[in-house]
């Protein structure tokens, strides 16, 4: 099922889209058939949980970061990833950064636009996004900032998500370059607006391996 579900959604995707299955609430097992049927990126959320699946899944899946972290959590979660997609405040940059720096390694991060209206009060706003971006390369030497994320509105009106993907995507052409080329956008329920707004990365859990169980 999860081998036949993956196989549809990547024939409905460009093959330079990346699919990142987010894996959070299922079982290792699940994440194996995943990677059976040739699937290696990997989202997870949750820091206790991901640090717990990584030395039970083979060693060269990547693994994306893509919930909330404290920066009490870094270290069960930074040694590990391939790219933090969740980046939603500048201590949390600043605090990834340092964890490289000591480390000697720079951490591939996302910044999280905010979007959407009531939900969440989660990531960056354009402005802050934009004084990041701009300020000079050696401000945060441990992380390399990739590109953006974010997540639409929840809600069944297209107008609304086609709203919120407009404004990450205008954001992004404004910022992108050589190293900032990563827009990770679209969910299972929205991935083919997505798709139409530029996503180079898409973020997909339930449509892969079904409803979540919390
Ligand atoms: C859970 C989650 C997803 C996947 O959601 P689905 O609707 O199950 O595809 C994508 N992005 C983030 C940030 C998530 O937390």
């Known amino acids: 099922m999860i081998a036949s579900a993956l196989q549809s959604i990547r024939s409905q ?3 330079d889209v990346e699919i990142v ?3 959070k609430f299922h079982p290792v097992s699940s994440l194996m058939e995943a990677y059976q049927a040739g699937q290696r990126s990997f989202g997870e959320s949750r820091p206790q ?5 990584v030395p039970q899944m083979p060693s060269d899946v990547r693994w994306h970061f893509i919930g909330h972290l404290q920066t009490n959590k870094l270290k069960l979660v930074l040694p590990y990833v391939t790219m933090v997609q969740s980046v939603d405040s500048l201590h949390l940059l600043e605090a990834i950064s340092r964890w490289g720096q000591a480390n000697s390694r720079r951490t591939d991060v996302l910044l999280e636009l905010h979007l959407g209206a009531e939900e969440t009060k989660q990531g960056f706003s354009e402005e802050e996004i934009l004084d990041i ?3 000079p390369e050696a401000s945060f030497p441990g992380v390399r900032i990739r590109g ?4 639409a509105t929840n809600t069944d009106d297209e107008s609304l998500i086609e ?5 990450i995507q205008a954001l992004f052409k404004q910022i992108s370059g050589a190293c900032l ?3 990770s956008i679209g969910m299972s329920g ?3 607006i997505a798709l139409r707004h530029g996503a180079t990365m898409v973020r997909i859990g339930t449509s892969i391996f079904g409803p979540r169980e919390y």
Do not use: H, N
Not at 49 to 53: Q, S
Not at 148 to 151: E, P, W
Not at 163 to 167: G, K, T, V
């Open 21 to 23: 299955a987010v894996s």
């Open 133 to 135: 971006v701009t300020r």
């Open 13 to 15: 995707i460009p093959q």
């Open 181 to 183: 080329d990563q827009l």
């Open 148 to 151: 953006l994320m974010g997540m």
């Open 190 to 192: 929205d991935w083919p």
């Open 49 to 53: 949980e991901f640090a717990a699946k």
């Open 163 to 167: 709203a919120d993907f407009a404004r």
